[in-house]
């Protein structure tokens, strides 16, 4: 079982940054992929960054990439998102996820419908 626990999240204003942390606990042998995902409200949740476990530069939503950087500490278990130039558009709860090796390849780093665990997400609030 792997559990996520998110942390970072905060009230900043359009333009500011913000550094999201995710603490992995648990046995992570055959995740293959951790992900950073938001949900505003009314909305669904969507992908926002997403990298494999063994290395790679990662994968980002059009709307953030220039912006956002995901990166791992696989030594400290811990996944980070680096929010740069924040929007009031970047509003909602963000989640981290990781996905269990399946027998087929991953799809898509993005979708949420890849992933097996799910931390409780972190809020965070841009204001303009």
């Known amino acids: 079982q792997v559990q996520l626990v998110e942390s970072g999240g905060g009230s900043v204003q359009a333009g500011g940054s913000l550094r999201l942390s995710c603490q992995v606990f648990g046995y992570m042998y055959g995740i293959d992929y951790m992900g950073w995902f938001r949900q505003a409200p009314g909305k669904e949740r969507e992908g926002v960054a997403g990298?494999?476990?063994?290395?790679?530069?990662?994968s980002y939503a059009d709307s953030v990439k220039g912006r956002f950087t995901i990166a791992q500490d696989s030594a400290k278990g811990t996944l980070y998102l680096q929010m740069n130039s924040l929007k009031p558009e970047d509003n909602g709860m963000y989640y981290c996820?990781?996905?269990?090796?399946?027998?087929?390849?991953?799809?898509?780093?993005?979708?949420?419908?890849?992933?097996?665990?799910w931390g409780q997400g972190t809020q965070v609030t841009v204001s303009s």
């Open positions: 990298i494999a476990t063994d290395g790679g530069s990662g």
């Open positions: 996820a990781t996905r269990k090796r399946r027998w087929r390849p991953i799809l898509s780093p993005l979708s949420p419908d890849e992933y097996s665990y």
